[in-house]
């Protein structure tokens, strides 16, 4: 055979192996974080003889919540690492990881997804700080945070998001009380990064009121990859391939004959 069909017989063999291998995997990561979480209460009546000051209800804490967990799952195996105060979590696979971190004033959650395997696959994490609480009269209650957000993937079946939520209101206001009542702020990213400075306020009449507050920060990745199918020019090339092939076959069997 000469040595230019060989040649070519051993191109179509190596592309048709390479139309085998599924594209390049996709990557997806999330992270949310709350940092510098602080409040103070301002005394908006100095005649009153009252001092501002806020109460956990009830004192012994069963109100307040510090929860933080990181998950793995997928449609035969979910996996949760949880802690009920500040500290750390944290799950990882060969593909994957996510984890928490929280102290006094921040909370962070992070979740990533660096190899596509089959099915469905997901890595999440969330943190969660809340508690109901008694404010003094005539008093403010200001509370305020630094947040940034970040999330990115490749789109189509690998996705990625991060979201915060800071929440406060009155559990009940008399009718006299109308501004100030309740605080809302959620956000959000699918495909990029926001970073805001967030600041929030409540503020309470001529009686103490009851109020509750939220604060919750999660990061997650989702997969669930289809099986790979072949594109047009990747049929294009095994068939040239193959027709290569079958023409080199053909010419050593000719070949073999003449020979005789």
């Known amino acids: 055979m000469p040595h230019s069909i060989h040649r070519l017989c051993h191109v179509a063999l190596a592309a048709s192996a390479l139309c085998a291998f599924p594209a390049q995997a996709q990557l997806a990561s ?22 501002p000051s806020i109460t956990i209800i009830p004192a012994d804490q069963s109100n307040m919540i510090r929860r933080s967990f990181s998950m793995y799952g997928n449609s035969a195996v979910h996996q949760f690492f949880t802690i009920g105060d500040i500290g750390t979590t944290a799950t990882s696979e060969a593909f994957g990881s996510s984890s928490t971190h929280t102290g006094g004033d921040f909370m962070q959650a ?7 395997t089959p099915g469905y696959q997901t890595f999440g994490s969330e943190n969660e700080y809340r508690f109901k609480f008694s404010l003094t009269p005539s008093t403010r ?6 947040i ?5 993937d490749t789109g189509g079946a690998i996705q990625a998001v991060s979201g915060v939520t800071v929440q406060g209101l009155f559990v009940w206001t008399p009718p006299e009380v109308v501004d100030y009542t309740a605080f809302n702020y959620t ?21 103490a ?14 997969a669930d990859p289809p099986p790979p199918v072949p594109e047009p020019q990747t049929y294009a090339m095994l068939l040239a391939g193959l027709t ?16 005789r």
């Open 187 to 207: 956000a959000s990213v699918e495909d990029g990064t926001r970073s805001e400075h967030v600041l929030g306020e409540l503020r309470s009449g001529a009686i």
């Open 148 to 152: 940034a957000l970040r999330a990115n």
């Open 141 to 146: 209650l200001e509370f305020s945070a630094d």
């Open 244 to 259: 290569l092939l079958g023409a080199c076959a053909r010419r050593r069997r000719r070949q073999a004959v003449s020979a």
């Open 30 to 51: 999330a992270s949310s974080d709350i940092t510098g979480f602080s409040y103070r209460l301002v005394d908006l009546d100095l005649a009153d003889g009252i001092t």
């Open 110 to 116: 992070q979740a990533q997804y660096t190899a596509v």
């Open 209 to 222: 009121l009851d109020g509750y507050f939220k604060m919750t920060n999660s990061a997650s990745v989702y």
